[in-house]
């Protein structure tokens, strides 16, 4: 069988039917109604909350957060129903403030607010961006119950409303994104989003992948509720990043059901672990520290021994913002909290993310990467071997796994769940 992936300047592989076990992506469903329409209808009937014009009004200081470039969400199209509701209520332009919740990436570029807001919004409405390593801009808010220190942007204490605006996938360190996720990696400073992601590396991904209630997202939505989160709008969207569903109302309570209908879409059954994976990391391709995830998901597809293949593009090479991945490698958990101890690493975002993939190339498997945005030595001091092409990776992951390995495809690896379910 030919396979393309997602990539138009990436060549399709082949792979004998006999050993294609499956191939497996998130679900196309045609949306029922434009993506404005049904953001809309979920605020006209929001989710364990009162309607968000219930709570503001002329006196109030809203500051919406919105997730960054490397999520789908339109928020260009969800924004416009918030802001005449706020409007109403007499709560408009000079009483509400967006802040983009970067989390740890980089910062987005002027060309990159505009496609993610649109352009008449960042003229209409103050926008800032927010950076996690600028502790001048943080403000202390005391600890969770569990002692992690909740130290976040400086405009979360500027506000009596904070709404959350983003997008629902399965993701490796929260479970799901959305929900608080927005505040916590999103608006945070270093040593919460360190804590909360040291903390993710303890578990394997198919204890906390695609599973909404765990102990980081229940640490997470404690932070959150101290950070003020009152509202949220959350789209879960299609395998052609069409929104499909749109959940508005408690930062909780809508998440939940936002969650369970993301996982109707990302969530595809396999009948058995694969020998060898292939994943691309699309829609996750900004750089490594993204496409990682298509890595998260082979996590869950491919059998202990085997073999994960990861084809990405990574423009931006492997993280601007955590140079430890590039410097140190991917590795076991018992090496990098040694490491830790030892003060060698001391961001702990980057620890766990050495952790999550190290799990995967490492302890579980072996890994093979295609990128033409990584040199190939680069790619070998991170633990993968390399290959130039999708086919020369097959190739080479057949020779390591046997002639008869069995053979799972995840198409938009990045965000794809995949859920073992054997055959009757």
């Avoid at 992506?25 to 006209?44: H, N, Q, Y």
């Avoid at 960054?68 to 918030?82: G, K, M």
């Avoid at 408009?92 to 980089?106: D, M, N, V």
Wanted: net charge negative.
């Amino acid at each position: 069988m030919r396979i393309p992936l997602s990539y138009a300047d990436v060549s399709p592989f082949e792979i004998p039917d006999s050993n294609l076990m499956a191939c497996l992506e998130p679900r196309a469903l045609e949306p029922s109604r434009p993506a404005a329409e049904l953001a809309e209808e979920a605020l006209d009937h929001p989710i364990g909350s009162p309607p968000v014009e219930e709570f503001v009004s002329a006196q109030t200081h809203v500051l919406v957060l919105v997730d960054d470039i490397t999520r789908q969400t339109p928020a260009w199209a969800l924004l416009p129903a918030v802001f005449r509701r706020l409007d109403a209520r007499g709560c408009g332009p000079e009483r509400t403030k967006i802040l983009i919740a970067s989390g740890t990436h980089s910062r987005m570029s002027e060309r990159e607010v505009e496609k993610k807001l649109g352009r008449e919004i960042p003229r209409q409405y103050p926008v800032f961006i927010h950076h996690w390593r600028q502790e001048e801009n943080l403000i202390d808010l005391g600890t969770t119950r569990d002692g992690t220190p909740v130290r976040l942007n400086r405009l979360l204490g500027e506000a009596d409303v904070v709404i959350g605006v983003g997008q629902i996938v399965p993701h490796r360190v929260m479970g799901y994104t959305g929900g608080a996720t927005i505040v916590q990696p999103g608006v945070s400073g270093p040593a919460v989003t360190g804590y909360t992601h040291w903390m993710s590396a303890l578990y394997p991904g198919r204890e906390i992948l695609g599973i909404a209630e765990n102990p980081v997202r229940l640490e997470v939505e404690e932070i959150a509720r101290k950070a003020g989160l009152r509202f949220i709008v959350n789209v879960v969207m299609d395998a052609h990043a069409r929104v499909v569903h749109v959940v508005a109302g408690d930062p909780v309570a809508a998440h939940r059901q936002g969650a369970e209908y993301s996982q109707a879409i990302y969530g595809v059954a396999q009948p058995r672990l694969a020998d060898i994976v292939i994943a691309e990391s699309y829609p996750a391709d900004y750089d490594l520290w993204q496409a990682a995830k298509g890595i998260y998901s082979a996590e869950l597809s491919v059998r202990e021994g085997g073999v994960v293949v990861l084809v990405t593009p990574c423009p931006h090479g492997v993280s601007k913002e955590h140079p430890e991945v590039e410097r140190l490698g991917y590795h076991e958990y018992a090496e990098v909290r040694a490491r830790v101890e030892r003060k060698e690493i001391t961001d702990l975002v980057a620890a766990a993310h050495l952790v999550h993939v190290g799990r995967v190339i490492r302890d579980r498997a072996r890994g093979i990467m295609v990128s033409a945005g990584i040199p190939p030595e680069t790619q070998t001091r991170l633990g993968f071997k390399h290959a130039r092409t999708p086919q020369e990776a097959v190739d080479q992951a057949f020779e390591m796994a046997g002639p008869n390995a069995r053979v799972a495809v995840l198409r938009h690896g990045g965000d794809v769940l995949p859920v073992l379910k054997p055959s009757p």
